[in-house]
């Protein structure tokens, strides 16, 4: 089975504009989760979907969004980039939405923004 | 609120010796799961090993073992026979039901030749 993939890999943008990323789940699964990663602040919970619907939401502003398709893809879109948005932004995928199941991560989308 | 600590910023160890890694981690609920992630170089974040609370019995995966004192809240990872591939950021994580994963601040790895 393929692993989870995001694309773009590595991103460069500017103050002010916006950025969509994308996350391809392991086929069959349905809860997708993204996670941003920065040196200061270490790993923090965007937010996460299951079935096309969030289920859950982290301390983030409203800048920072999300949805998953019907085919489990999902897509997170940050607006207004401020220079502090720079950071590895990972993806993980499970199976089910319950506590048996151990998320899985993509190779992370690199954003730089100048 | 989930907490998860890794007091150790850096370790390192020789190539073939035996390293331990430590997390402690706070949680209201009986029901949770444990695990360690490593990330290498490349920044793949990739499973090492996973501890559900229920259990007594420390999990074991080919060369790493956990040592899960769960009265203590503690969740150490053992590293037997460290190879130089097993260079990496090593992250403590807790999830408790269907909730997020809640990490540790991460401990880099470094094996000496």
């Known amino acids: 089975k393929a692993g989870v993939t995001q694309t773009p890999r590595y991103l460069i943008k500017t103050r002010g504009q916006q950025v969509t990323l994308s996350c391809s789940p392991i086929?069959?699964?349905?809860?997708v989760s993204w996670y941003q990663q920065t040196p200061g602040q270490g790993l923090q919970f965007l937010f996460e979907?299951?079935?096309?619907?969030?289920?859950n939401k982290g301390n983030f502003p409203g800048r920072f969004s999300g949805r998953q398709f019907s085919n489990s893809r999902s897509e997170m879109n940050v607006s207004t980039l401020e220079l502090g948005d720079s950071a590895l932004y990972l993806c993980?995928?499970?199976?089910?939405?319950?506590?048996?199941?151990?998320?899985?991560f993509g190779p992370g989308t690199r954003l730089t923004v100048l | 609120a989930q907490t998860v600590t890794q007091s150790q910023p850096e370790m390192s160890v020789q190539e073939a010796e035996t390293v331990t890694l430590s997390c402690t981690y706070d949680?209201?609920?009986?029901?949770?799961?444990l695990f360690w992630y490593k990330q290498p170089p490349s920044r793949q974040m990739i499973l090492v090993i996973r501890?559900?609370?229920?259990?007594?019995q420390n999990a074991t995966e080919n060369r790493f073992s956990v040592n899960f004192q769960k009265a203590a809240k503690s969740f150490s990872l053992k590293i037997s026979d460290s190879q130089l591939g097993d260079a990496a950021m090593y992250f403590c994580a807790s999830r408790q039901g269907a909730q997020k994963l809640v990490f540790g601040q991460g401990t880099r790895l470094t094996i000496n030749p």
């Open positions: 979907y299951f079935s096309e619907t969030q289920r």
């Open positions: 949680t209201s609920e009986s029901d949770y799961y």
């Open positions: 086929s069959g699964h349905r809860s």
């Open positions: 993980a995928s499970s199976l089910e939405r319950d506590s048996t199941d151990t998320q899985y």
């Open positions: 501890q559900e609370a229920y259990k007594q």
